[in-house]
């Protein structure tokens, strides 16, 4: 019996060891010190479903989704599945008053399996096949998201029927200074898009008022990527002033008034303690501001202004669980936590240097903290979680560990490397839990082999 058994308070007058940023917002510690989100024990869940897990708390992404509705008030918030997609998790979002971006023929199937109604999804993808424009404009998805010439031809010639379309522009963020060079998908020396500089994305606009069935409805443009967020409102209010410059542009040289400006997502979420996030308040006012700025200056009628949030609705709401398998110090080096998943469940640290705030999951910590690295299963020495860390000094093999922020681009971006199925993603709430996705098993894994 530890000292903690006599006297669980102690426990609870310890300092807190989890961040209301990072952590899901039903997150708490019990008297035996095991993390439980949406009501349900972690320790649970990996009883019942094994490990790794993806955990998604559905109380947490709704209540985000419902202060993007409240806070940004006369914008249209579309949900970026890309980031998280299920049909559960569409139906959230559709029940939460939300829109969907989609970015492939999957993507577009989920969300109609989900009953998110076609009007309200939105078709994104720099090199969408024949196919997949097909698909869009025979169910009658609201916007297609034009991406290049070519798609502006094949869409013309695949439409049955007048379908809305916006044109997307680069605002070129890469003239505005040092503090936009994280903007990755903002500049022109990249893949997506139409410069708005010279007249690449005046001849898009040429091109698609060239074929009747294409109606140009406004403009979109996106300023982050997976491995950069935006913490500064004001970039959009810096988008805002050059997309409105050239839908006034649009108007003198064509006559025509788009009516819709989409200024993307990349909404920064905090991943550590201490990061920044993006302000939602700052951001509406910013939003607010340069639309009656820059309308003012063009003489141009105030479009409607989309958004696209994906990780910062879906981010925070989810926890990886895995198991630790060993604990191994090298002569002087580091010393290593082998977990049972790795780079086939996340990514991201390997692809982006992204970081995480690790914490264990199935009793209060005994013993003093000692640096770490949360290493991966496979075979990469780049394989890891979680680099130089603080875990507890008493970590042993068994011990259940959870990653925060895991709720974004980890499902959505797991692999099969090494043969390994993927894990299963586990909706929580009110004290219950349910598979959105079961376990990939070797069986799966053989079904797709031919020889």
């Known amino acids: 019996m530890t000292l903690l058994d006599m006297l669980p308070s102690i426990g609870r007058a310890a300092p807190r ?145 007048r379908q809305p379309v916006l044109i997307r522009g680069t605002p070129n963020f890469d003239k505005f200074g040092p503090s936009t060079r994280a903007v ?10 139409f410069t708005l500089d010279g007249d690449h994305a005046a001849d898009a606009v040429r091109r698609v008022l060239a074929h009747p069935i294409l109606d140009l409805v406004g403009l979109h443009c996106h300023l982050s990527s997976q491995g950069s967020q935006v913490v500064d409102p004001a970039l959009y209010g810096e988008a805002i002033r050059r997309m409105i410059a050239a839908m006034a542009d649009v108007r003198a040289r064509h006559g025509i008034i788009l009516t819709e400006l989409n200024i ?59 198991r630790v398998c060993s604990v191994k110090t090298q002569p002087g080096g580091r010393t290593f936590v082998a977990v049972d998943g790795g780079m086939s469940d996340n990514p991201r640290v390997s692809l982006y240097g992204a970081q995480y705030t690790v914490a264990l999951a199935n009793r209060h910590p005994l013993a003093a903290k000692q640096r770490v690295t949360v290493a991966g299963r496979h075979c990469e020495a780049g ?53 959105l996705i079961r376990r990939e098993t070797t069986a799966d894994l053989l079904s797709r082999d031919c020889g």
């Open 383 to 435: 394989d890891e979680i979680a680099r130089d860390i603080e875990l507890p000094a008493d970590l042993r093999p068994g011990d259940l560990l959870a990653v925060a922020c895991t709720g974004a681009y980890h499902h959505s971006m797991a692999s099969n490397y090494n043969m390994v199925g993927r894990p299963p993603l586990v909706a929580v709430k009110d004290g219950r839990a349910r598979a």
């Open 17 to 161: 060891r989890l961040d209301p940023a990072i952590w899901p917002a039903t997150t708490h510690c019990d008297e035996e010190g095991r993390l439980c989100v949406g009501g349900v024990p972690l320790t649970e869940i990996a009883d019942e479903f094994h490990t790794p897990t993806y955990v998604i708390d559905e109380a947490d992404f709704r209540r985000r989704a419902r202060r993007y509705r409240k806070t940004l008030r006369g914008v249209e918030v579309v949900y970026a599945g890309k980031s998280l997609l299920t049909t559960a998790v569409a139906r959230w979002a559709r029940e939460e008053g939300l829109g969907l971006d989609v970015c492939s023929a999957g993507e577009l199937a989920v969300a109609l399996a989900a009953g998110v109604d076609p009007a309200r999804i939105v078709m994104h993808g720099n090199a969408k096949t024949p196919d997949e424009l097909r698909e869009a404009t025979s169910v009658g998805v609201g916007r297609v998201v034009l991406d290049s010439c070519i798609e502006i031809a094949y869409l013309a010639g695949l439409a049955r029927r």
């Open 264 to 322: 993307g997502g990349g909404h920064a979420i905090p991943y550590l303690p201490g990061d920044r996030e993006l302000d939602l308040d700052e951001l509406a006012a910013v939003i607010e501001d340069a639309l009656d700025e820059a309308c003012a200056a063009e003489y141009f009628p105030r479009p409607t202004v989309v958004v696209e949030p994906g990780r910062a609705l879906s981010g925070r709401a989810g926890v990886t669980l895995y």
């Open 184 to 193: 990755t998908t903002g500049i022109s020396d990249q893949k997506f898009g």
